[in-house]
């Protein structure tokens, strides 16, 4: 766990004095799964076969930047509940259409599904993502009726999603969270590769980093895969740590044998590890 003051301890201190590439291979976690490639090549065709196949209102816009689109899900009943999902990729790549099949999960018992996307960097600051989800999250919260979703929302997602998920866990229209896989907290970023892009500042280090902040009394499940990298199992067991020291409801949950990519497995299957979790969160 990275200390909670802005003053660099002798933690930092010693981050900071490995080399460079060290402290680039302790984030890169497509470098730590060689078969990243291949996983994320089947999941991005097997979301564009469930765009085709199951009735849903695709790309509609919350926004005005190109990337400001839902793709919305509905169930049968407008009143079930409806898992939001926050795509990864440390807020610089991916798409949000590309991660539709993590829906077959939660779908099989009956709840709505949307996918929001938004801008990445470095068009716009992590601040300025943060903005964007809340805004997603008010568009959805002021017409998600009109598309049969008007339920409890969880909110989950994956990587950099994971991250969101867990800051925006206090929005009004948020009844739980789901985050798998999450960086929070992000004074170490500032020092690998990953802060070409998103250019890191003191502020929002601090207002942005979930183990910085207050916890939010709602209820959160943190999960992360235990082949993961040791700095995201750190991350997500501090996190959990901080929230239970708060009182703030919430299981940790560590899944067996699954890495960064294989974990949302969990999240797609009906029978699911994260599946249940999602479950147990709504009733």
């Known amino acids: 766990m990275m200390p909670e003051t802005q003053t660099p301890d002798a933690q930092m201190i010693a981050w900071r004095a490995l ?10 976690n497509s470098l730590a799964v060689p078969e990243s490639d291949a996983l994320n090549a089947r999941r991005i065709a097997d979301a564009k076969r469930f765009r085709a196949r199951v009735p849903g209102v695709l790309d509609i816009p919350y926004g005005p930047r190109p990337r400001q689109r839902w793709d919305l899900f509905p169930a049968e009943d407008a009143a079930a509940p409806c898992l939001v999902f926050l795509h990864g990729g440390y807020w610089q790549r991916n798409r949000h259409e590309d991660f539709a099949c993590l829906a077959e999960g939660v779908r099989a018992h009956g709840f709505a599904q949307a996918f929001p996307g938004y801008t990445l960097a470095p068009d ?23 598309h049969r979703i008007a339920g409890p929302i969880l909110l989950s997602g994956w990587s950099a999603g994971g991250h969101l998920a867990a800051l925006a866990l206090g929005h009004r229209a948020v009844a739980a969270g789901l985050a798998i896989s999450g960086v929070f907290d992000l004074a170490p970023l500032r020092d690998t590769y990953l802060d070409d892009k998103l250019r890191l500042t003191a502020a929002e280090i601090t207002t942005l980093s979930p183990l910085r902040q207050p916890a ?17 199992i750190a991350d997500s067991r501090a996190l959990h740590a ?9 299981p940790l949950i560590p899944v067996a044998g699954a890495n960064h990519y294989t974990i949302l497995d969990a999240l797609r299957d009906p029978a699911g590890e ?10």
Do not use: C
Request: hydrophobic share 45%; proline share 6%; net charge positive.
């Open 19 to 28: 080399p460079q590439e060290t402290r680039d291979r302790a984030y890169n």
């Open 124 to 146: 716009i600051s992590l601040a300025g993502i943060v903005d964007e989800i809340d805004t997603a999250l008010d568009w959805l919260a002021e017409n998600g009726r009109a």
């Open 216 to 232: 939010i009394g709602k209820p959160l499940a943190i999960a992360y895969g235990t082949a993961e990298l040791p700095r995201l």
């Open 242 to 250: 901080r929230r239970a020291a708060s009182h703030a409801p919430g």
């Open 274 to 283: 994260l599946t249940k979790a999602a479950l147990s969160l709504m009733r």
